[in-house]
């Protein structure tokens, strides 16, 4: 993608099922639990760029003895600067010596070396950085059951609500955040489950010292998870972690957010996405599942697993934004889908170059729409079947130079900079007879062609440029995870705007605007902002759009072409959650976001909607 957008966070969570001693025995290393979630995270490193961090929780701990050790690290290469701190903890310890050696008669004592591990990629969209606000986050007690760790890849649009229930109850949240509006939320029916148990227990006669391991038995996951979840408006895979041993992974109704898990005998494992696991335990595709969406994936202490419903399942809405960019292009059906957009986009830039092939380059900006691109010169090559078996001009055109960081703050300074970030390859474009087709797997604000890409390419000389996006035009906010909540800061927005201005209906919005204030309290509200666009047809916005990212330092022509809502869902017909293109949001909070996000527009507030 050509714009920075903020990414999806990744989770990686691992039960080990066997004594440590027993990898030791068939792997060669007690360290193999770690070792696997290295590589998950590693495998996922496209999900978080902010910060890292890992817990580990040992079974059957004694008292006195640490069971809970999390690291976490805000560093630019966190996944590296936390999995070196855990070897020195282990060198410190003395589990392992300075060649690496396992020493286990210091097994019982030695840090991470747990039964249950979770890992966390971060990337923000609250804009607030720090380690502070690294997953996962830990909500400590002297009750063993009553500890809680919990790390997710989720946003809730109703955390004010949320928040307020909590006072409520009588609690005293440490900050606003959703992530602890969540913990703190599970782990208020968590204590009161465990209380509950304790107290039935004591009345049986039961000493306390011996209802530890009952509690952990009959702790009751799943109605602790019901209880919390029920008033959660947004997209979610929460993983969490109980201090006695149990696990659980909890996926949002409409299976916004997506989750993976395999097991066999020998551990239960769950990631954010398909492709690492596959890798990481060399399994068939068919063994690795979804987590169910409404449903939750629970690993009692004991080592059985469950995926147990906690909320009716509603329309299925899968977010249909990780096929196009975030998910990893090595899983299969992903691969076949992003192929399949650039097919399906190619009769539109055909008919944009008056099917000049022979006088057209084609080619993409790196590197997420690599694949669609394959999908486009591949139906590009049955077209040439009708002429003469022409060889079409592919080449690499943008090149981005990974050196180079946009660090400067000064806007006139940084925009140079920027402007410098792509290097292109030269002598492959005939100056003032060819044309330029580049395909960019998405164009959501539209800023780094303007300030920089189609500078860069007109340097070439062609007479028109084409910028293709196998995504449709990004037209509402997210507020499910994707940090792309002002209205704003798309060029799809700024286009309808300015034909608005054009064709002198700026009332329109005003009376949009009134509309969205009136209902602001209106659980039940429609997403108003969808009239803005009602009146253009998808060419009138993409015709403006390339007229907003022409300067007029560009010579060449310039067109735009979207991707049509239509061709994607043939492309991806199991994933209809698109939201950013339709404004048709899978729960009311969605919707809410939408016209808040209107609002602070007509209001000039520069802050997210949710």
Not at 387 to 411: G, H, Q, S
Request: charged share 25%.
């Amino acid at each position: 993608m050509s714009d920075e957008i903020k990414h999806e966070c990744g989770i990686a969570l691992i039960r080990l099922k066997k004594e440590l001693s027993y990898y030791e025995d068939k792997y060669g290393s007690s360290l193999y639990g770690l070792n696997k979630l290295y590589l998950l995270m590693e495998k996922q490193h496209n999900r978080g760029q902010d910060g890292a961090g890992v817990v580990s929780l040992k079974l059957d701990a004694e008292p006195g003895v640490p069971f809970i050790f999390r690291e976490r690290s805000d560093s630019s290469n966190a996944i590296s600067f936390i999995f070196n701190k855990i070897h020195e903890q282990l060198l410190e310890s003395k589990f392992i010596d300075a060649n690496g050696l396992e020493e286990y008669t210091r097994l019982s004592g030695a840090p991470f070396m747990g039964e249950l591990l979770l890992g966390h990629l971060r990337y923000a969209t609250h804009s607030s950085s720090g380690m502070s606000y690294c997953h996962p986050f830990l909500r400590e007690n002297n009750r063993m059951s009553k500890n809680l760790v919990l790390a997710g890849n989720f946003n809730l649009t109703n955390n004010d609500e949320l928040f307020q229930k909590l006072i409520e109850l009588g609690q005293h949240p440490l900050n606003h955040t959703d992530t602890i509006t969540v913990m703190e939320k599970i782990g208020h029916y968590l204590d009161q489950n465990v209380d509950e148990l304790y107290e039935k227990l004591k009345k049986d006669g039961y000493s306390g010292e011996h209802t530890q391991n009952i509690i952990s038995k009959e702790l009751d996951v799943a109605t602790i998870l019901q209880k919390s979840a029920r008033q959660f408006d947004g997209g979610y895979v929460m993983a969490g972690l109980i201090g006695h041993g149990d696990a659980f992974v909890l996926r949002d109704p409409n299976g916004i957010r997506p989750a993976y898990w395999y097991e066999d005998d020998e551990l239960v494992v769950v990631t954010s996405e398909r492709p690492p696991i596959k890798t990481a335990f060399n399994v068939d595709d068919a063994r690795i599942k979804p987590v169910k969406p409404g449903h939750a994936l629970i690993i009692k202490k004991d080592g059985t697993v469950t995926e147990t419903r906690i909320l009716e399942e509603k329309e299925i809405l899968q977010c249909s934004f990780e096929r196009i960019y975030f998910s990893r292009g090595t899983d299969k059906d992903i691969y076949h889908e992003r192929k399949e957009l650039g097919r399906l986009i190619t009769p539109a830039v055909l008919e944009s170059i008056n099917h000049d092939l022979k006088n057209t380059v084609f080619s993409y900006i790196p590197n997420t729409a690599e694949v669609s691109y394959i999908g486009m010169t591949e139906a590009l090559g049955g077209e040439l079947d009708e002429l003469l078996a022409l060889k079409p001009r592919i080449e690499k055109i943008a090149v981005k130079d990974a050196k180079l960081r946009t660090f400067i703050t000064a806007d006139n300074a940084r925009k140079d900079l920027v402007s410098h970030v792509y290097d292109t390859t030269y002598g492959v474009v005939k100056p003032g007879t060819d044309s330029l087709v580049v395909i960019d797997d998405s164009i959501v604000r539209g800023t780094t062609l303007r300030n920089s890409i189609l500078r860069i390419l007109d340097r070439l000389g062609p007479k028109k440029i084409v910028i293709v996006s196998s995504a449709p035009q990004i037209r509402f906010p997210d507020c499910y995870g994707i940090d792309m909540s002002k209205l704003g800061d798309f060029i799809a927005f700024k286009a309808a705007i300015a034909l608005h201005n054009d064709n002198g209906t700026e009332k329109l919005l005003q009376d949009i605007y009134l509309k969205c204030k009136e209902n602001a309290g209106n659980k039940e509200a429609p997403n108003f902002v969808k009239e803005i666009y009602a009146g253009f047809t998808d060419d009138q916005i993409s015709k403006k759009i390339g007229e907003l990212l022409k300067s007029e330092s560009i010579n060449a022509e310039v067109q735009i072409i979207y991707q049509t809502v239509e061709n994607l869902h043939k492309a991806s017909p199991d994933h209809k959650g698109d939201w950013y293109f339709t404004g048709n949001y899978p729960t009311p909070g969605g919707n809410k976001v939408s016209n808040r996000s209107f609002i602070n527009y007509m209001e000039n507030r520069d802050e997210r909607a949710y």
